[in-house]
């Protein structure tokens, strides 16, 4: 969320940012908002000074005159607050800015590859899909989910279900024990401040499944990712600067409607409502933020490597980025059957956008309080990665070859057959 103080004394570079983003406000709102606010609380103040000064005379004669002005107080008050609520809204709905050297682009084409990695497998026979792959296993049942519960949803059974067990075990262990995070194990239910906090509030409302609980205890949320909850463990918080940096990672379920994706993915586990992935959150000095982006990418990028699958790595154009980001690297695999690759990790850098909505602060080396920067990426997506393994080691007859560095994870099984 942006401080309207950095709105007024920045207009042009807040307008150039917006054009940049491809959204569009009238930035005359906004202001007119602030105008009024400002106004206000001045007049306000002017006669809590002049109430000041009568209880201080201690003159019975200006017991009304007081009475009066408190009347007048309570009413410039409320307007202001209603004034203060209106500007708020409209500032939440504001994306974060772009870093500097992000392209410019309205969507994905005009994303820009970094590099590629890996070794594209070559097949003697047609190359099948995950879901082909994984229900001539009988290992995934789309068609049981669906009765059971609704479309994009699956059982996952038998070997297919404990190398989606294995994948989350082999990612929690080299994070923490190579990349040094913190592992934590959250609630997967959030509050709408902490929904508010990373951005998913109020802008993304339809994408998110709300809990109806009996209490009266305020909204609540499914987590769409462990990044809210992990990183508003930083809300209201004040760190000291040896606390920084502060690395957490986290392997949960995540609940999506994937509002607005109708007709897209709808065979196999691309686009699901419910999915595991492990997602690595950091909360650092914000002159850090980039430095940090770099780093959690290559720890996303090296699990790749450890499993042997191809992949790409793009920085992500204005108008493709996320509405927290200041900027985005997209980790695409290469996926076989659709001859192409697919985003399986999205690291991005927040700088204070987040911070500023959660009052996550420090205290720097001067013991001045600022705001925090905060990341976030995934390290990885479990269900995208089983989808890789299940293409780019296939055989002829449908087995699915183990990984090396998953076999010790897998009971030391070689290969997925069909039983």
Same mark, same amino acid.
């Given at each position: ?32 908002? =602030? ?154 239910? #959030? ?86 992935? #492990? ?134 099984? =070689? ?5």
């Amino acid at each position: 969320m942006h401080n309207i103080k950095d709105i007024r004394n920045n207009l042009e570079d807040f307008k150039e940012s917006f054009k940049k983003r491809f959204f569009e406000i009238d930035i005359n709102v906004i202001l007119d908002l =602030d105008i009024k606010n400002r106004k206000l609380i001045q007049e306000k103040e002017k006669f809590e000074n002049v109430k000041k000064e009568i209880s201080k005379s201690k003159d019975r004669s200006l017991f009304k005159k007081s009475k009066n002005i408190s009347s007048e107080i309570d009413k410039l008050a409320k307007t202001q607050a209603e004034i203060k609520l209106k500007l708020d809204n409209i500032l939440s709905t504001i994306p974060n800015i772009p870093y500097k050297d992000i392209p410019i682009g309205k969507d994905e084409n005009s994303n820009v590859e970094i590099l590629k990695k890996g070794n594209i497998p070559k097949f003697d026979f047609k190359p099948k899909s995950h879901y082909e792959l994984g229900e001539s296993l009988n290992m995934l049942d789309f068609e049981l989910a669906t009765k059971t519960t609704g479309s994009r949803f699956v059982f996952v059974k038998d070997e297919l279900a404990l190398l989606e067990r294995s994948l989350s075990n082999f990612m929690l262990d080299t994070h923490v024990k190579i990349n040094k995070y913190h592992e934590i194990s959250p609630p997967l239910i #959030v509050s709408d401040e902490a929904m508010f906090g990373t951005g998913q509030l109020p802008k993304f409302e339809n994408d998110q499944f709300e809990l109806k609980l009996d209490d009266d205890s305020g909204r609540k949320f499914l987590i769409p990712t462990a990044e809210v909850i992990l990183t508003n463990m930083a809300k209201n918080k004040i760190f000291n600067k040896n606390d920084l940096p502060l690395r957490l990672v986290a392997s949960t379920p995540c609940f999506r409607k994937e509002a607005g994706s109708y007709g897209k993915d709808t065979k196999g586990m691309i686009r699901q409502h419910q999915f595991y992935k #492990v997602e690595m959150v950091s909360i650092v000095e914000p002159q850090n933020c980039l430095i940090e982006l770099d780093r959690m990418t290559e720890c996303a990028t090296k699990i790749l490597e450890l499993l042997k699958l191809p992949f790409r790595k793009i920085v992500l154009c204005t108008g493709d980025m996320g509405f927290s980001a200041e900027k985005t690297f997209d980790i695409e695999v290469w996926l076989p059957s659709e001859n192409k690759y697919r985003e399986i990790s999205s690291c991005s850098s927040c700088g204070l956008f987040q911070a500023r909505r959660m009052k996550a602060r420090y205290k720097n080396e001067n013991n001045v309080i600022s705001f925090v920067g905060t990341l976030n990426g995934s390290g990885l997506a479990i269900g995208r990665t089983l989808i890789a393994i299940l293409e780019n080691y296939q055989q002829s007859d449908g087995s699915i070859i183990i990984p090396d560095v998953l076999k010790p994870y897998m009971n030391h099984l =070689d290969k997925i057959t069909k039983k």
